[in-house]
Structures are given as structure tokens and as C-alpha cells.
Nanobody
Framework: VQFVESGGGLVQTGGSLRLSCAAS????????MGWFRQAPAKEREFVAA????????YYADSVKGRFTISRDNAKGTVYLQMNSLKPEDTAVYYC?????????????????WGQGTQVTVSS
């Protein structure tokens, strides 16, 4: 299975972006999905995750209340709605997938990764 992110870009502080991650190659069903980000010279960090049923989601404290993860299994796509963006949200954002557990927050728990999309928030 392959995943392709889109929706990144340049936005001012306080603005919004919606990232998309589209699956191809095999069924999307049964995969827990996550979003991670990596800023220059920093480790990849967890942002949000959602069960394949869409019934449960989990967020990093730094984005809670501002970001929302969702998924449309019929379209094979997971989304990350990002509101009230801050300069510290600047990073390359990656979607990730795995079918071994319902939901996960560590990079090592995900077997499949997209190529990443750049998000830049100007002050």
C-alpha cells in the first residue's frame, strides 16, 4: 500500500490548512492511521492518530484543540485539519499506516509512510 500526502503550503500565524493522505495499492480497510511531523534538526514527532473505524482518535498535547484527524474509508483518505496555526507547527508532515494495532503514537509502530508535505507558518 502507498500513501500520498497533499495540502501543505505557506500560511500566516492563525491560519488553517487541511492535509490529505490518499491510499493506493490495496484496501485501506483495517489500517490505523497517524500523522507525524519533523522540523529541521528535530526528531519526528507524533501529531495525531485514528483507528481504522474512525471511532477513536488521539492527539499530541501541542495540537489538541487546534488539529482534527478524520478519515473517509470509502475514499481511502485520511485528513488533518489544522487551525490556529503557529510558527512552531512548521515542519514536514507525514502520514503513516499500520494494520497491526488499532491505534499507535510511536513512529516505530507504523510500517507504511507517505513522502511528506511541507507546512510553513509565518509569524
Amino acid at each position: 500500500v502507498q500513501f500520498v500526502e497533499s495540502g501543505g503550503g505557506l500560511v500566516q500565524t492563525g491560519g488553517s490548512l487541511r492535509l490529505s493522505c490518499a491510499a493506493s495499492g490495496r484496501t485501506f480497510r483495517g489500517y490505523g492511521m497517524g500523522w507525524f511531523r519533523q522540523a529541521p534538526a528535530k526528531e519526528r514527532e507524533f501529531v495525531a492518530a485514528i483507528r481504522w473505524t474512525g471511532g477513536n482518535s488521539y492527539y499530541a498535547d501541542s495540537v489538541k484543540g487546534r488539529f482534527t484527524i478524520s478519515r473517509d474509508n470509502a475514499k481511502g483518505t485520511v485528513y488533518l485539519q489544522m487551525n490556529s496555526l503557529k510558527p512552531e507547527d512548521t515542519a514536514v508532515y507525514y502520514c503513516a499506516a499500520d494494520d497491526r494495532w488499532p491505534i499507535a503514537t510511536m513512529p516505530r509502530e507504523y510500517a507504511y509512510w507517505g513522502q511528506g508535505t511541507q507546512v510553513t507558518v509565518s509569524s
